[in-house]
């Protein structure tokens, strides 16, 4: 059609044009101290220069325990690469709370993307979407990051296997696949607990069904065999079944550690980690310690706290602070910190450190004693 | 009423004072824990009709040849930079809003719309003001190094001239705030030297240029031949916020009733002495629900110097249980409407202009004018 040949680039001219007047610095003096921005967020929330930002258009509730977002982010947002993360930052009785996840519709698309998002006990942000969220709900939204993605150069033959929530990355790597044309074959092995915890079931099946290139097998840990003898949890024969000369895909792997671990040894033990991309997906266990009776000290912000045996991220935030951060649980360093000097415990390993001048990631780190943070 | 109580405090031992501060801090505790989307709707929506009325403001001077819009513009204009300053950035910088962890309204980012730099005012304001109230020769906000406002700074023939700047200070108050900070009566004494101060100094000329940019070069250009009005606008608007900002914190620590401290009496305070002396060193001014919001809440000057960091809009409900307290320890609650506290602040800023008429004894001085026997160590020090 050339009149929607020629009306999309005029459009984008006056995008243009509007984004250049808006962020002259006439209208920047004109609008200090605060800034054009906060002027604009009063029309409406999504309308920021130096802010992502997000519109929930549609909430679907696909499964028993997870709510699916079709979101259209603001201009700030630069897109994404299939399989990175993004921060979503959600307020909540007038706090505001930031949690990873991962886009699991196509990259390359910056107006729209889906988020889907499995509430589990205690998560106070996926409770909260999967029970309030709703159309013309704002949040905040971060530049993208991640280092497990689909590299630029595409491979040839691929293999996806995910497990729970840990679908959303790669299904965002099989739909931008599907969406490039590619030809290679692609192998998709996801487990999860029932056919109504699948939030992607007819979607996936209907790819199968369409895509000749692509080998589906979904196991329901928790149901009886189908028809290709798929059960239980990852093994041997599920690889069989779906790509049996799995040393030639590049596999991308994202779920809860058991699943990785077990994926990580076959790998291993056939040689081939080279051509494993893994992607924890579930909050780690965080191993419990008692108070250490040492003093925290956040040295840029005058403040002192006694050590209670919870992350340094928490004790900050209890100390009225506001340190960045994005998983809570060790993934996305956002919230990556300098420590002056002190006793740290990795809450993953159980590690204890003696740190001078060097970096931390507040969310899986608690004192071992005295700690100064720059902070 | 200035005074709601005239128990005398004195009979408070050092037990009931902790557990006056216990009290204290209980209210404190309650609602710290009970902060959430009610704070945030409040402050939000204060935002919304500040940015509203500033940019109606802006907009109705540029029609400032007729009269109804230039007074109209000039008036949402002065508010919203009353509501910018009051209810918002002096709020917001006390930390109100830190845990809602909205960069927007964070406390250690947010500029406000006057000549002071924000990072300055944290630390003269929110350190050496609150944490020092009303103590002499550590509250610089006493008399802010110009005025005599406590017959404890000693009388020099200078402060003849107490009410003029006193009228000075209060015209161009944005300006004595910014300057606060430089704190050039030590300069004059020699206790700190101008190239001490010149990262302040560099700080202010900055913020200073560009408030001065927007207001009177900018948006009166924009204007055309329009200038004029749209300048007279702004500066209307200006003088507006500052004799009305400058009369409500003068009533917060200068009215008749509220006590000054020595430096000797609150060494090694503990909790509940601060509370204390936090109480009697501030006033409350009394009126509505909207008076309250104009004057950002510094109408409970008492609550807001207990609990500085909990959002403003809820002192009014905890006026009521602090005056409850108050009147069960026989502790003074000092509170009366504006003209009342402003009058008894103006002539005080006259009667200090003069030299002391008798010298009376400390303890004679510092007493509530109704309790004349009273002592000067309010209980302040253990037995």
């Known amino acids: 059609m050339p009149a929607a040949q020629t009306a999309a680039p005029s459009r984008r001219r006056r995008g243009a044009l509007r984004r250049q007047i808006l962020s002259s610095s006439l209208l920047e003096s004109l609008t200090t101290p605060h800034g054009v921005d906060r002027y604009l967020e009063i029309l409406k929330p999504s309308?920021?220069?130096?802010?992502?930002?997000?519109?929930?258009?549609?909430?679907?509730?696909?499964?028993?325990?997870?709510?699916?977002?079709?979101?259209?982010?603001?201009?700030?947002?630069?897109?994404?690469?299939?399989?990175?993360?993004?921060?979503?930052?959600?307020e909540i009785n007038g706090v505001r709370e930031t949690r990873c996840y991962s886009p699991a519709s196509a990259a390359g698309r910056t107006d729209q993307v889906e988020l889907t998002i499995k509430s589990h006990p205690g998560g106070k942000v996926s409770n909260y979407l999967r029970?309030?969220?709703?159309?013309?709900?704002?949040?905040?939204?971060?530049?993208?990051?991640?280092?497990?993605?689909?590299?630029?150069?595409?491979?040839?033959?691929?293999?996806?296997?995910?497990?729970?929530?840990?679908?959303?990355?790669?299904?965002?790597?099989?739909?931008?696949?599907?969406?490039?044309?590619?030809?290679?074959?692609?192998?998709?092995?996801?487990?999860?607990?029932?056919?109504?915890?699948?939030?992607?079931?007819?979607?996936?099946?209907?790819?199968?069904?369409?895509?000749?290139?692509?080998?589906?097998?979904?196991?329901?840990?928790?149901?009886?065999?189908?028809?290709?003898?798929?059960?239980?949890?990852?093994?041997?024969?599920?690889?069989?079944?779906?790509?049996?000369?799995?040393?030639?895909?590049?596999?991308?792997?994202?779920?809860?550690?058991?699943?990785?671990?077990?994926?990580?040894?076959?790998?291993?033990?056939?040689?081939?980690?080279?051509?494993?991309?893994?992607?924890?997906?579930?909050?780690?266990?965080?191993?419990?310690?008692?108070?250490?009776?040492?003093?925290?000290?956040?040295?840029?912000?005058?403040?002192?706290?006694?050590d209670d045996g919870n992350t340094l991220l928490e004790q900050a935030e209890a100390a009225g602070l506001n340190p960045e951060h994005g998983c809570r649980m060790g993934i996305c360093r956002s919230c990556t910190c300098k420590v002056r000097a002190g006793v740290v415990r990795n809450a993953l390993t159980g590690d204890v450190l003696e740190i001078t001048d060097g970096e931390i990631q507040l969310c899986i780190s608690s004192p071992a004693g005295d700690v100064e943070l720059e902070l | 009423m200035t005074q709601t109580t005239h128990t005398d405090p004195r009979t408070l031992t050092p037990s009931q004072i902790e557990s006056f501060g216990a009290e204290l801090e209980a209210i404190r505790d309650k609602h710290m824990a009970d902060l959430g989307e009610r704070d945030a709707r409040y402050i939000r929506s204060i935002i919304k009709a500040q940015r509203g009325l500033e940019v109606a403001g802006r907009g109705l001077l540029f029609f400032g040849f007729?009269?109804?819009?230039?007074?109209?513009?000039?008036?949402?204009?002065?508010?919203?930079?009353?509501?910018?300053?009051?209810?918002?950035?002096?709020?917001?910088?006390?930390?109100?809003?830190?845990?809602?962890?909205?960069?927007?309204?964070?406390s250690k980012g947010f500029e406000w719309d006057t000549a002071c730099p924000g990072d300055q005012w944290r630390h003269s304001h929110n350190y050496m003001h609150h944490t020092h109230t009303n103590i002499h020769g550590k509250?610089?906000?006493?008399?802010?190094?110009?005025?005599?406002?406590?017959?404890?700074?000693?009388?020099?023939?200078?402060?003849?001239?107490?009410?003029?700047?006193?009228?000075?200070?209060?015209?161009?108050?944005?300006?004595?705030?910014?300057f606060h900070d430089l704190e050039t009566e030590r300069i004059a004494a020699g206790e700190t030297t101008w190239a001490e101060k010149k990262p302040i100094l560099d700080g202010i000329i900055k913020k200073m240029r560009r408030q001065l940019a927007k207001d009177y070069v900018f948006f009166p250009l924009l204007a055309g031949p329009g200038a004029p009005f749209v300048l007279a606008g702004n500066a209307t608007a200006n003088l507006s916020r500052n004799l009305w900002s400058f009369m409500i914190i003068f009533c917060g620590h200068f009215p008749d009733g509220v006590e000054e401290f020595t430096e000797e009496e609150c060494e090694n305070e503990t909790r509940g002495q601060w509370y204390y002396r936090q109480l009697l060193g501030?006033?409350?001014?009394?009126?509505?629900?909207?008076?309250?919001?104009?004057?950002?809440?510094?109408?409970?000057?008492?609550?807001?110097?207990?609990?500085?960091?909990?959002?403003?809009?809820?002192?009014?409900?905890?006026?009521?249980?602090?005056?409850?307290?108050c009147a069960r320890y026989g502790i003074p609650y000092n509170s009366g409407p504006l003209a009342k506290q402003f009058g008894s602040v103006v002539k005080k800023i006259f009667r200090l202009a003069l030299p002391d008429r008798k010298p009376e004894p400390k303890a004679q001085r510092l007493s509530d004018p109704l309790e004349p026997e009273r002592p000067a160590e309010r209980g302040l020090i253990p037995a």
Not at chain 1, 153 to 170: D, F, H, K, N
Not at chain 1, 247 to 273: H, K, M, N, Q, S
């Open chain 2, 139 to 178: 509250d610089r906000d006493i008399g802010y190094g110009i005025l005599r406002m406590s017959e404890e700074q000693e009388w020099r023939p200078y402060y003849l001239g107490n009410p003029l700047y006193a009228t000075l200070l209060a015209t161009f108050f944005q300006y004595g705030v910014a």
């Open chain 2, 282 to 325: 501030s006033a409350n001014l009394t009126g509505g629900k909207l008076f309250h919001i104009m004057s950002g809440n510094l109408s409970f000057q008492v609550e807001h110097h207990l609990f500085p960091d909990i959002p403003a809009h809820r002192y009014a409900e905890i006026s009521v249980e602090v005056s409850e307290i």
């Open chain 1, 131 to 306: 029970e309030h969220a709703q159309p013309g709900m704002f949040f905040e939204l971060s530049d993208a990051d991640g280092d497990f993605h689909l590299p630029a150069e595409r491979p040839e033959r691929i293999l996806l296997i995910s497990a729970g929530s840990g679908i959303t990355p790669v299904l965002a790597i099989l739909r931008t696949l599907l969406a490039e044309g590619h030809a290679g074959p692609i192998g998709f092995l996801h487990y999860t607990p029932g056919a109504d915890h699948h939030p992607y079931r007819e979607e996936l099946e209907r790819i199968a069904r369409e895509n000749p290139n692509v080998a589906l097998a979904v196991s329901y840990t928790r149901e009886p065999a189908d028809e290709l003898g798929i059960e239980g949890h990852f093994s041997a024969a599920h690889l069989n079944a779906l790509a049996p000369e799995h040393g030639e895909y590049e596999t991308f792997a994202c779920g809860p550690e058991p699943l990785l671990d077990a994926v990580r040894a076959r790998w291993a033990g056939d040689g081939i980690e080279h051509r494993l991309h893994v992607e924890s997906f579930t909050p780690p266990l965080l191993v419990a310690a008692p108070a250490s009776g040492g003093t925290v000290r956040f040295a840029d912000s005058g403040v002192e706290v006694s």
């Open chain 2, 66 to 106: 007729l009269p109804p819009a230039w007074l109209g513009g000039t008036a949402a204009l002065a508010v919203s930079k009353i509501l910018d300053n009051m209810e918002i950035g002096h709020n917001v910088m006390h930390g109100q809003y830190d845990w809602m962890r909205d960069p927007g309204l964070s």
């Open chain 1, 47 to 90: 309308y920021s220069l130096s802010d992502g930002r997000a519109e929930v258009l549609d909430v679907e509730r696909r499964s028993v325990d997870t709510v699916t977002l079709t979101t259209r982010p603001n201009r700030r947002f630069a897109g994404f690469e299939a399989g990175q993360f993004v921060r979503v930052g959600v």
